[in-house]
C-alpha cells in the first residue's frame, strides 16, 4: 500500500510542483487572490513524471480559504490526448511565505508525510506575471507565465537569475503552447 501511494505521488509530483509555484510568497488572502488562475508552462528541468507530456501544460489555481488552494494541472500528449491532475497546496508549517507543500493523493490520505511534496516559489516579477518554481535539491525547475509566450530578453533575465542560484539552466526544455 505505502509503494503504490508513493508510486501515485511520484507519477503526480510534476502536478503538485507547478501548483505551489505561485502560492508560496502570498501572506494575506487579498494577495493570493492575483495568482489565481491560469498559468501556462514555459520550460522546465526534464522529469520523468512529465515523460508523457508533449505540449500546452498549465496550471489552474482557485482559492479555497487561506490555508488551502485547488490545483488543477493538465498537459497534453504528444497523441492529443489531455492528462489533468487534481490537487491541493497548503502553506509549509514552517511558516516561510515562499515555500508551500502540494499532495495529488487523496484527500483521506493528508496526514501522511510522503503524499506532501515541497514546492518553492523562487522567483516572481512584480507583477506577477513570470515565476520560476522548483525544490530546494534543484533536481526540480519550472518556468510559468501568465501568458503562453513569454520574450527571449524576459526568458534570458529569469534563466540568469536562475543559474546564480545553482540551477543547470542549460538543461531547460521549452515546453510548446498553441
Not at 100 to 104: C, G, H, K, Q, W
Not at 164 to 172: A, E, I, K, T, Y
Given at each position: 500500500?505505502?509503494?503504490?501511494?508513493?508510486?501515485?505521488?511520484?507519477?503526480?509530483?510534476?502536478?503538485?510542483?507547478?501548483g505551489l509555484s505561485l502560492f508560496a510568497p502570498l501572506a494575506t488572502q487579498a494577495t493570493q487572490v492575483k495568482y489565481m488562475g491560469r498559468w501556462y508552462e514555459i520550460a522546465k528541468l526534464p522529469n520523468?513524471?512529465?515523460?508523457?507530456?508533449a505540449q500546452n501544460t498549465q496550471a489552474t489555481y482557485q482559492l479555497i480559504n487561506p490555508a488551502q488552494i485547488q490545483?488543477?494541472?493538465q498537459c497534453q500528449t504528444a497523441h492529443g490526448e489531455m492528462i489533468q491532475a487534481l490537487g491541493m497546496a497548503r502553506p509549509r508549517a514552517n511558516g516561510q511565505p515562499a515555500q508551500?507543500?502540494?499532495?495529488?493523493a487523496p484527500s483521506w490520505l493528508g496526514w501522511l508525510p510522503i503524499v506532501?511534496?515541497?514546492?518553492?516559489?523562487?522567483?516572481?516579477?512584480p507583477q506577477y506575471q513570470l515565476a520560476a518554481v522548483g525544490d530546494p535539491s534543484k533536481k526540480y525547475l519550472w518556468i510559468l507565465s501568465?501568458?503562453?509566450?513569454?520574450?527571449?530578453?524576459?526568458y534570458k533575465?529569469?534563466?540568469?537569475?536562475?543559474?546564480?542560484?545553482?540551477?543547470?539552466?542549460?538543461?531547460?526544455e521549452k515546453t510548446t503552447q498553441n
Open positions: 500500500m505505502i509503494e503504490r501511494i508513493g508510486e501515485f505521488f511520484l507519477k503526480h509530483f510534476f502536478f503538485c510542483l507547478i520523468w513524471f512529465q515523460r508523457n507530456c490545483v488543477l494541472n508551500l507543500e502540494v499532495r495529488f506532501w511534496g515541497d514546492y518553492w516559489v523562487l522567483d516572481l516579477d501568465r501568458t503562453p509566450q513569454i520574450s527571449e530578453a524576459s533575465a529569469l534563466t540568469q537569475r536562475l543559474s546564480l542560484m545553482g540551477f543547470d539552466v542549460s538543461r531547460l
